[in-house]
């Protein structure tokens, strides 16, 4: 499926800014609709709470919040002004929980691309996580991080490969995306659980066949971990995107041991897309 609607989560952070500036980047690229999503968390005063609360102080805390999501709105709208396609340029604001309200829109989008760190207005400033939004929404998701610098973009990406499902996932998610690459670099790390061996075919070849032009290269993991195996070859190879699959086993022991997906979003230099 071509990219042509693109979902960016913007709260109007550096982060939130690295993110729409890759999506615009897209969306020229493409010709794709950009929605810019404002997620946002603002409760209203409790009632037992307000009650003891002076309505003048009550109304000022409801106009700040206003003010605040509409000085987002109006940030983006400023950074996407120049748009050669203003009328694929979209906005909505709507208040729930980060995670569950941008997967619920990221259903229907193509891709969904969020800054690193970003958070949730009100609540406490929620961070985003793009590894649970993947996961519910069903569909990719890509983390720019907040210092990556889009004039240092080319046109080779790399794939991070075991076999496994969540890959293949990735890999479809994105075909359309690789086939617009100069070179995609198949990587796999040695840790004794990849599933690559089948008769006949090779990841190589499915990409071939999409008119991908393909490099393999093998890592050993020489005491490293796979996350690090992988960020250490994209370090050298000097990439500017990264696609792999989400962990394939329960988030809830990633959350305490760590794993390949989260050392990978956490430390990556270059924009990151994974599925689920």
């Given amino acids: ?57 009550r109304d000022s805390i409801k106009q700040a919040q206003a003010q605040t999501i509409k000085n987002i709105e109006a940030r983006f709208k400023q950074r996407t002004a120049s748009s050669s396609a203003p009328d694929k340029i979209h906005w909505i604001s709507k208040r729930g929980e980060g995670d569950e309200t941008v997967a619920r829109y990221a259903r229907l989008y193509d891709l969904t691309i969020l800054g690193r760190y970003d958070a949730v207005h009100g609540e406490d400033q929620q961070e985003l996580h793009p590894d649970m939004i993947a996961m519910v929404s069903g569909r990719p998701v890509m983390l ?25 996932r990735a890999l479809a998610d994105v075909m359309q995306i690789l086939k617009t690459k100069s070179l995609v670099t198949i990587i796999t790390v ?20 999409h008119g ?10 020489n ?6 195996c992988i960020l250490k070859f994209v370090e050298q190879a000097q990439p500017r995107l990264l696609v792999m699959g989400a962990y394939e086993h329960s988030k809830f022991r ?3 041991v ?16 994974i599925s689920h």
């Fill in 254 to 256: 990633q959350s305490i």
């Fill in 223 to 228: 005491g490293k971990s796979v996350g690090d």
């Fill in 144 to 168: 720019v991080p907040r210092e990556f610098d889009m004039s240092t973009f080319n046109e080779h990406a790399v794939v991070a490969w075991d076999g496994k499902r969540a890959s293949s």
């Fill in 190 to 209: 040695a840790d004794g659980h990849a599933e690559l061996s089948l008769p006949d075919m090779n990841v190589e070849t499915a990409l071939q066949r």
């Fill in 1 to 57: 499926m071509p990219i042509k609607n693109l979902l960016i989560a913007y709260g109007g952070s550096e982060s939130s800014d690295a993110a729409l500036d890759f999506a615009l980047f897209m969306h020229d690229k493409y010709d794709a609709h950009v929605t810019g999503l404002l997620a946002h968390n603002f409760a209203p005063v409790n009632q037992i709470v307000g009650s003891w609360i002076p309505e003048d102080v």
């Fill in 212 to 221: 991908v032009n393909t490099k393999r290269v093998n890592l050993e993991r």
């Fill in 258 to 273: 760590g794993g390949v997906t989260s050392t990978v979003l956490r430390k990556a230099k270059v924009p990151v897309i």
